[in-house]
């Protein structure tokens, strides 16, 4: 059997469906946004190319491993305009500041409300900070399934942000968590540049069968949702180790958390 002949049948698919393994999976989304202002977060996004036609059968257009591998991530999109820059005092302290000045579309308490400087001896290098922003989204599913966050990789961007945006991955059947977007500033020299609508970053999915679809839905905040995100929200405050509680959260997790809007 050729390659393509391989992803045409979905043998991996087929293999997984005899052991019961769904060939789709429903995942829900919500934002859970305490703040004024809830309308900047913009639904997640399946990905998408706008290429020309392909002009030939073999095209990169048209490879099968190219468009499953594209095809299976979500964009989630910048909320903001903002121009952030490093600056050192006379005694060589770094401050954060906001390069819009009074221009900046962000307001002071706005900025406050979107992201923090982690404390320096959380960094991973004492030259490089991480700044955290919050990002309210969250990713539910009722069946076994991990949500994995990277930076916008499959896009291509004029200026290179001047840092890496780090990654994250845990089970959202489990540990539906809020996310955040964490970047690690590498060339102090440079701003870092947001701009709002543009791809902020990816997600998504592993599952139990490989092959399987993932739906991609708006969640309803339910009261149950409600509830189980309050007995694990903000946990890293008081323990060390967060996946040692899974099992604990999985024991108190009501059978459905799941339900699309509408």
Not at 34 to 51: H, L, T, V
Not at 63 to 87: G, K, Q, S, W, Y
Not at 195 to 213: C, I, L, M, Q
């Amino acid at each position: 059997m050729g390659w393509d002949d391989y992803f045409a049948e979905d043998a991996g698919g087929i293999e997984a469906e005899t052991r019961g393994k769904s060939r789709t999976l429903t995942v829900g989304w919500a934002v859970k946004w305490d703040g004024k202002g809830g309308s900047i977060w913009a639904p997640p996004k399946a990905f998408s190319r706008s290429d020309p036609p392909a002009r030939s059968g073999k095209s990169i257009q048209v490879c099968p491993a190219a468009v499953d591998f594209d095809r299976r991530h979500f964009v989630v999109p910048c909320p903001v305009d903002l121009e952030l820059a490093f600056v050192r005092n006379a005694q060589g302290e770094l401050t954060l500041t906001d390069r819009g000045g009074e221009k900046s579309a962000m307001r002071p308490q706005g900025r406050a409300n979107l992201f923090q400087i982690q404390p320096p001896n959380e960094w991973r290098h004492p030259e490089r900070p991480i700044i955290q922003f919050t990002a309210p989204y969250v990713f539910v599913a009722d069946e076994p399934c991990f949500v994995v966050q990277t930076p916008p990789y499959l896009h291509w961007f004029a200026e290179q942000r001047p840092g890496l945006q780090m990654g994250g991955r845990f089970p959202i059947h489990i540990w539906p968590r809020p996310l955040a977007w964490a970047f690690e500033w590498y060339d102090l020299s440079k701003p870092l540049k947001l701009k709002r609508g543009d791809p902020w970053f990816y997600v998504h999915f592993e599952t139990e069968n490989p092959s399987a679809r993932v739906r991609l839905v708006e969640q309803e905040m339910t009261g149950e949702l409600e509830q189980y995100l309050d007995s694990i929200m903000d946990v890293s405050n008081y323990v060390n180790q967060t996946y040692g509680l899974f099992a604990q959260a999985q024991r108190e997790r009501p059978a459905k958390l799941l339900k699309p809007k509408g």
